[in-house]
Nanobody
Framework: QVQLVESGGGLVQAGGSLRLSCATS????????MGWFRQAPGKEREFVAA????????NYAEHVKGRFTISRDNAKNTVNLQMNSLTPDDTAVYYC??????????????????WGQGTQVTVSS
């Protein structure tokens, strides 16, 4: 069983930055595709970014390209999301998610088997 714990959320002014981290348990992190999703009040959960275990270019939602950066540290079993130039539209609960090992990172939430509890990000105008 994989456990995911997000941290780093909070309140920030528009134009500011936050760095989210997701700590994972288990011994298969180095072969596990990871993703970040978010859900704003009254809206469906949406894809933000994903990173494969094989390296290569991460995937980003169009509305965060150039502002957000996903990275992973296999030695520390963590995946991070650096968020810059935040806007009020980025306000949401952000979730870390993991697929099963040896699969491919996707933009579809249903493909991910493990989820964290979420961390709130609030961007004020």
């Amino acid at each position: 069983q994989v456990q995911l714990v997000e941290s780093g959320g909070g309140l920030v002014q528009a134009g500011g930055s936050l760095r989210l981290s997701c700590a994972t348990s288990g011994r298969t992190f180095s072969t596990t595709p990871m993703g970040w999703f978010r859900q704003a009040p009254g809206k469906e959960r949406e894809f933000v970014a994903a990173i494969n275990w094989t390296g290569g270019r991460p995937n980003y939602a169009e509305h965060v390209k150039g502002r957000f950066t996903i990275s992973r540290d296999n030695a520390k079993n963590t995946v991070n999301l650096q968020m810059n130039s935040l806007t009020p539209d980025d306000t949401a609960v952000y979730y870390c998610a993991a697929r099963n090992p040896f699969t491919t990172a996707t933009m579809t939430s249903g493909d991910y088997s493990y989820w964290g509890q979420g961390t709130q990000v609030t961007v004020s105008s």
